[in-house]
């Protein structure tokens, strides 16, 4: 299939602790793979991309390798910010057009 | 430019109503987009746009939902007889033919409440 399976939140953390968000895809076909960022109120952002095996992704400071041995993308970031409390959505897409998105971890970080 | 604008933000309906909902995409993607996403859920595919032809429907489109793009600019959503079951956000995106993997811009959604 084509599905998308990520860590159920929601996770509370402290500003500056480390974060990791897992995320793990169905092996069909040569997916690029994506996370996406929903703040509150508004629509989804993209945040980072992979599409190959190995690839790292990485923008504000989070990272992602797309690891085809483990079939997984997680995310990850060093020291997070109150600002990076959103909603994170792990998505595939094939050669299609269309995304296939996990069900979303819900971050909160606390000062 | 600002991006891809959904209108309204927000819809309540009764029961057994049609509603529209209108997404303009930026101005020069070819590719416009139709997801639904409910609570607590990641958002689903609905259909798809490459200009003003209709490439791709989801099985979730059932019959009584239909998407329009007459000029292969703005695009509609209407659903028919609506029911409960369709409230969710409602959202577009759009891209660029050359760019899809991944460049895909979304709107803010538009979010309908069927009472």
């Known amino acids: 299939g084509n599905s998308v399976t990520q860590m159920e939140g929601p996770v509370t953390l402290s500003e500056e602790a480390f974060l990791t968000i897992n995320c793990t895809y169905t092996?069909?076909?040569?997916?690029?793979l994506f996370w996406y960022v929903q703040y509150p109120g508004e629509g989804l952002q993209l945040l980072l991309k992979?599409?190959?095996?190995?690839d790292k992704g990485s923008n504000k400071g989070f990272e992602a390798t797309y690891r085809k041995e483990t079939t997984s993308f997680h995310l990850e970031k060093g020291s997070v910010q109150v600002s990076d409390s959103a909603v994170y959505f792990c998505?595939?897409?094939?050669?299609?057009?269309?995304?296939?998105f996990g069900t979303g971890t819900s971050l909160t970080v606390i000062p | 430019d600002t991006g891809v604008s959904q209108n309204p933000r927000h819809k309540i309906t009764k029961r057994g109503q049609n509603v529209t909902f209108r997404c303009d995409p930026i101005?020069?993607?070819?590719?416009l987009y139709w997801y639904r996403q409910t609570l607590g859920q990641g958002p689903e595919f609905l259909t798809y746009?490459?200009?003003?032809?209709?490439?791709?429907k989801s099985r979730l489109l059932s019959d009584r939902f239909s998407a329009e793009r007459p000029k292969g600019s703005f695009s509609t959503l209407e659903i028919q007889r609506t029911e409960q079951g369709d409230s969710a956000m409602y959202l577009c995106?759009?891209?660029?033919?050359?760019?899809?993997?991944?460049?895909?811009?979304f709107g803010s959604g538009t979010r309908l409440t069927v009472v």
């Open positions: 995106a759009s891209s660029l033919e050359a760019s899809h993997l991944g460049g895909y811009t």
């Open positions: 092996a069909t076909g040569y997916p690029s």
């Open positions: 992979a599409t190959k095996a190995d």
């Open positions: 998505a595939r897409q094939n050669t299609g057009n269309q995304f296939y």
């Open positions: 101005s020069e993607h070819n590719r």
């Open positions: 746009f490459q200009n003003e032809a209709q490439l791709e």
